[in-house]
């Protein structure tokens, strides 16, 4: 595994599990520590199961979506932004 990417922490996990103990599914993308080997055995562990997702699939999450879709209007704009505060000015 790469340095740079550390597994994911499954502590914390335990309060999300804790906290909805009738989670049995889970779907996650295919960023490195959801695929860690530790990642895995927890949730085997905890009896969740994971949904196959296929490589190079398009992002089903909405909110991504809405986030690509301001990062080009952003980035599109002219003229360009300069600071935090013409960035809240433009977004609102």
């Given at each position: 595994?790469?340095?740079a990417t550390p597994p994911m922490d499954t502590a914390a996990l335990d309060p999300f599990m804790q906290q909805h103990p009738d989670v049995t599914v889970l779907q996650q993308d295919h960023a490195r520590p959801h695929l860690a080997r530790v990642t895995q055995a927890y949730l085997e562990a905890q009896g969740v199961d994971v949904l196959p997702w296929?490589?190079?699939?398009?992002?089903?999450?909405p909110i991504e979506q809405l986030w690509d879709y301001l990062g080009r209007q952003v980035a599109n704009r002219v003229p360009q932004l300069a600071n935090w505060q013409q960035l809240i000015q433009a977004l609102q």
């Open positions: 595994m790469d340095q296929p490589a190079d699939s398009p992002d089903m999450n």
